[in-house]
């Protein structure tokens, strides 16, 4: 299986069904780019309910890490489901949530002193993070950064600030947050360039930011994705993170890394933050950690996560189900499939960089391992083309590729670390198709 196979016109007949069932009943806030009504997955495949098969560089949004029904993760999931599907961690214990929190503790940057607490989703990992370092510091405020993606329920809202249509209609958010300019050198708000900029973006928050808004012994935490995700896989420069670290400890603020997107291999490494040799206080986790059952977490330092009994807790947090499939993805990362993201990642990169020697309108390709970024713009002004991007995965999608979109026009991949290098070149060949098309090149 190497290429995709489209056997009915676009939508389908059984496709367009569903869609209309799914517009009667389901919710009005989904945002759906392309007619996808998917029944089945294999590794790197999906079928849709007309037969239709495609390949998939989207990962149900990075979630299926280790490709659609990885036959280990499903014997793992059956063998748990025969013997314990729930207890509930809160007032039980049960010993495949301790085993998983251990092996947890043992691959988070900065080793087997941080303490592990499990939820269902990245929202709730951050929510919890958010709420352990206000306990933990008794500060108010809060910094988080333009462009961040940190989820949907309302404290989590409150740091999100990647489009402003995900605020929009729902009042005051948390009080106390504060949004600065991210390290996205190839739209620099300072109009500055790495390195000679000195990391203007991070002296901004020490001057700006504690000597005008709030001084630091207010701030408890400051949340930061390694990679912004959702706003277009942006990669901040090296030693960012190390410079970002100072700060906080000469203010004795918590760094809290939300490595939802990025963790768990994605990047070629366990964790993104791996790649800028920096600790966190607190780390969320979430979509790869399970190949796709829910599960989310959030780990943090020993000394940090003292809190006491009925703080806080959730009832189907670290599901004995989900942590069993969480054990052997790990397993699976560790075998061979963070090194196959590294490779084969490095390859898509290079590829895509030659073609954006060929088409002026990629203004920008970045990323680390299998989470990659292609910015489309107008060449001679940045202007990002947001109707063409669209127009690309649309396209993507016609010709039996899957793709997301990110920030204003990038498109974005996220396949299955297990992705082979053949596929990736069959992925990028109808990428570069689409993109003529559209492009009309
Ligand atoms: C970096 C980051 N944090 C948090 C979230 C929220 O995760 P969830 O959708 O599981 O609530 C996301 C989701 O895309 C994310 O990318």
Known sequence: MNQPKIITKLPGPKTEKIISKDNKYLSSSLTRLY???????EGCWVWDVDGN??????????????????????????????????????DFYYPIQVKLAEKIAEIIPGGMNYKVFFCNSGTEA??????????????????????SFHGRTLGSLSLTSSKSIQRQGFGSLLPNVIHVPYG???????????????????????????????PAEEVGSIFVEPIQGESGVIVPPPNYFSKLRELCDRYQILLVID????????????FAIEHWKTMADIYCIAKGIASGM???????????????PGAHA???????????????????LEQKLIENAETVGKQMLENLKDLQKRFDFIGDVRGKGLMIGVELVESSSKKPLTEKRNGVLRKAFEKGLLLLGAGASVVRFLPPLILLEQEANTGLEIFEQALKEVFRK
């Open 294 to 308: 829910p599960l989310g977490a959030f780990a943090a330092k020993s000394s940090v996560m003292n809190w006491q």
């Open 35 to 41: 007619p996808a009504v998917i029944e089945k997955g």
């Open 126 to 147: 951050v929510e919890g993070a958010l709420k352990l370092a206000r306990h933990f510091t008794k500060r108010n405020y809060v910094l988080a950064f333009l462009g």
């Open 184 to 214: 996205y050198c190839y739209r620099c708000v300072f109009n500055l360039e790495y390195p000679s900029c000195n990391f203007a973006c991070i002296e901004y928050i020490e001057k700006e930011v504690f000597g005008k808004l709030v």
């Open 53 to 90: 098969r495609f390949l998939d560089f989207t990962s149900g949004i990075g979630v299926g890490s280790t490709g659609h029904c990885h036959p280990l993760v499903v014997e793992s999931i059956k063998k748990q489901s025969e013997c314990l599907i729930h207890m509930s961690g809160t």
């Open 259 to 270: 490595e939802v997107q990025s963790g768990m291999g994605r990047t070629g490494k366990m």
């Open 314 to 332: 959730s009832t189907f947090g670290g599901n004995p189900v989900a942590c069993a499939a969480a054990l052997t993805t790990i397993r699976l």
